[in-house]
Structure formats: C-alpha cells, structure tokens
C-alpha cells in the first residue's frame, strides 16, 4: 500500500551555521561569539555551508523505491503546516544533539494532532539515548540504511513491530541505494569557499580503527572496522548524481577518507579513465597523505582538504589522547598542496585538557602562521556516549546538562585552567584575528572572482 512519509530534520533557528550530519550524526552549530564582526563571519558562515543528512538521502530512495511518497523539510513550523493541511502516513524524525528539543517537541505535537501518524525516529544520536525519544513509535537502532532496505514497505507491518528496533551495519557500501535529494533543496547544498556551488555530498567509507574514538563521536558511532564502497561504484554514483542534479563538485563524508589500502590509486584511476572532471574534496589525516598521493588526486580533480590540526604542543596533544604532527611536513604539505591548487582547511581545538589561556592563544597564532585557505576553531567537548564523557562524568567534571550547547562552541566540563566566558573569548578572538586580515580578505575575493568566471 503506497503510502506518503514526511521525512523531518528541524534546524534551530540561529544565525549561525547549523548542520545535523556533522560530528558523526550529532550536529555541530557554529556560534562564533557576540560582537559585530563575530556575527557577521556567522553569517556568512552560515551561507557557505549547507550540508544534506546523507542517511535521510537513503532512507528517501529506499521509500520511493517501495512506490512511497516522501516529503520534507528542516522546519518545525513547515513540519506541522504539512502535517495539517496534507494526508501523511508516517514521520521519519532525525536525531541530533544540537536539536534534541525541537524533535522531541514535534514528537508530541505529532501525537496531538494525529495518533494514527506512525513516528519513527533515526540517527546515531537517538540510537544512544533511547530514553528522550521513548514518546515516538519506533527508534531505529543502529545505521538505519539495512533496515529500508530491507523492509517489505507495508506500514501496518511496522505497526506491529515493537519500539525498538535493530538495524544492521552494511559491510559493503554497495549495497546502499544511491541517495535522493530531490526533496531537499539540492541547489543549495554548498561547502563554499572550498567547493564550487552546488556540492554533492557522499561518502566513500565508514569506520575509523583510530584511537579518536575515546573523544570522537565517529570512531564511537560508526566502529573501528573500515567499510567501503568500491571505487568503480562511487564513481559511477558521482557520474549519476552530476548528471542529475547538476552538482559542480563533491565533498566526502568519510571521517578519514582514503584508509582501506589501495583505495586512493583505484580511485583516482576510475575518474581520470571515467573522464569525470569535477572537483571534490575530503577530509583525512596529514599523515596518510605525501607527494605522490597529492600529485594524482590532484590530477583526478582533488581540490580542497579538510585536516584536523588541532594543537602545536604536544603535551597537550598527548594528554588528550590526539595525535600530533611534525610541523615540517605539515608546512610542506601546505606548500605542496597549494602549488597544486588544492586549499587546505585547518581544524583546531582550543581547551583541551591541559590548556590554558596561553597555550590556547600559541594555537592561534600557528594557525596564523600555517596560514591554510580556511580555519574552523572548535572547543573540545565530551560528547555522551564517548569515553572521554564518561571519565569526565565518573570524576564530576561534566557542568553542562542542555544538550543543545553540546555544539563544539561551548564549554561543558569542569576545565583544569579556563572558564566558558574564555572559551568564548577565545573562539571568537580566533576567528577575528584569522579571518579579518587583508590577505584573507583578498584571497577570498580573488577565489570568488575567480569561480564566477569558470560558472
């Protein structure tokens, strides 16, 4: 029986970049601080960056796939206009950290204004902390992907299922169907100024063997065991998807692109053979990347790398359990990847463990003196779920119980050496002091000049 399914992903409403598929599925939202020029790179921030919730992508094909209908929005107020004025069957919620309150609220209202609406609830997120979303029929646990695609499409027979259910992790990414972004306002997908308008995002690979799953909410969510599409089918995949939505680039989702051994060489060989030309990015750590590697993504349409970089000081990279690398060969893999064209994006955390208002203020001026196309600054946080929040919480060190400032952007434990208002500070001096420069200035007006030429 075909049925219609609104697929509900609510984003506060903030002036500053929000976007639930970051951070392993929990959210990030970008609060840059409270003067003027603060929120004016928020802004403009929040205009760059606008990424699709990839899972949502599947689950949309799996249900159009069994001759459903799917709607959508981001909204809470258009969610409850749908829900009002068109008949739906089902509701697909998406979980996040940094939105918990308006999905649990859209639960209830749900509830209110027809019981006979079946609410499922997905994400990493939601999969963890069963217990705030107890109100909905049923929460997918696990990656729900297996389960769509799975699914025989009767919604009387999910009536019948209990509230929980199981959904397995797909080994080979193959399988996933190709994702649907009909619905979700593609034309403004961006990862600007990085990418060219509009970007699609995909993902090549799940899974990080990394130590960073003490603190990081990937390695927590999506195992240590590397799953992988293979490189002829995701190209052939970018190939459909630029086809059909005009996509001037992509940028992958993997948490560390390019670990299964071989992938990057096989890939490359398929776009340069598929004649693709298009421009993509990726996130990975500096060490898995050297000359040669540089040379041939490069060649196949590599243009921008998302690195975390983190902190200068070892001690503090140690304490934290983070790596940290050789300041020689990461300047010289800037140098090599801008002789290439390839723009580098710079992450950095500032209040690690042991931090201190100083040490903090030496990685801004490294970040300055790096001098990357791009920097993001974030603060260190113990998200739930990971260990590092349970070692915090086992000595009574977490502070913070409003899950919706579990963002990156504020302070929730107990910090050895700094306070949330230097936090704060601190973000919002780092943004200020890299960005508001007249060299970024114009190197960011010579890039758009330039992209405005090639359009």
Request: proline share 3%; charged share 30%; hydrophobic share 35%.
């Amino acid at each position: 029986m075909k049925a219609t399914w609104l697929i509900a992903n609510p984003i506060p409403h903030k002036s500053t970049s929000c976007n639930k598929d970051l951070n392993g599925g929990y959210g990030t939202c970008d609060e840059i601080g409270d003067s003027l020029s603060s929120k004016i790179l928020a802004k403009i921030k929040k205009r760059s960056i606008k990424l699709p919730v990839l899972s949502l992508a599947y689950i949309s094909s799996s249900l159009k796939e069994k001759s459903h209908s799917v709607i959508y929005s981001e909204s809470y107020e258009d969610c409850i206009h749908k829900l009002r004025s068109q008949k739906i069957d089902g509701c697909i919620i998406y979980s996040s950290i940094v939105a918990t309150k308006y999905e649990c609220k859209l639960i209830e209202k749900i509830k209110k204004l027809n019981k006979e609406i079946l609410i499922l609830v997905v994400g990493s997120f939601s999969t963890n902390f069963t217990s705030l979303y107890e109100k909905a029929d049923h929460i997918i646990m696990g990656e729900p992907e297996d389960f769509f695609s799975k699914w025989n499409g009767k919604i009387n027979e999910l009536r019948n299922k209990g509230k929980y259910i199981n959904s397995k992790e797909i080994i080979c990414l193959d399988e996933f169907p190709i994702p649907d972004f009909k619905e979700m306002g593609f034309r403004n997908f961006s990862y600007q100024p990085m990418l060219k308008k509009p970007t699609g995002f995909i993902e090549a690979s799940r899974g990080c063997p990394y130590s960073c799953g003490y603190y990081c909410t990937y390695g927590a969510n999506q195992g240590k065991l590397i799953r992988s599409y293979t490189p002829k089918r995701i190209v052939e995949i970018m190939i459909n998807l630029k086809n059909k939505y005009g996509f001037r680039s992509f940028q992958f989702r993997d948490p560390v692109f390019g670990l299964q051994k071989n992938f990057i060489d096989d890939f490359c060989n398929e776009i340069l053979n598929a004649s693709i030309n298009i421009d993509w990015g990726i996130e990975t750590r500096a060490d898995l990347l050297n000359s040669d590697k540089l040379e041939k993504m490069s060649k196949a349409g590599l243009k921008s790398i998302n690195i975390g970089i983190e902190t200068p000081r070892k001690e503090i990279a140690l304490s934290s359990k983070r790596v940290i690398y050789d300041n020689k060969k990461l300047v010289q893999l800037i140098k090599e990847a801008n002789s290439k064209n390839i723009k580098i994006n710079g992450f950095y955390i500032l209040g690690l463990e042991d931090d201190t208002y100083e040490s903090c203020l030496e990685t801004i001026e490294y970040s300055r003196k790096l001098n990357t196309f791009m920097a993001r600054y974030s603060v260190a946080t113990a998200y739930p779920g990971t260990s590092y929040f349970e070692d915090l919480d086992k000595d009574s060190r977490i502070t913070e119980k409003d899950l919706s400032k579990y963002n990156q952007q504020n302070l929730v434990f107990k910090h050895k050496n700094l306070s949330n208002n230097e936090i704060k500070k601190l973000i919002s001096k780092a943004y200020k002091k890299y960005y508001i420069r007249p060299r970024i200035f114009f190197m960011l007006l010579k890039d758009k000049i330039k992209n405005s030429f090639r359009s």
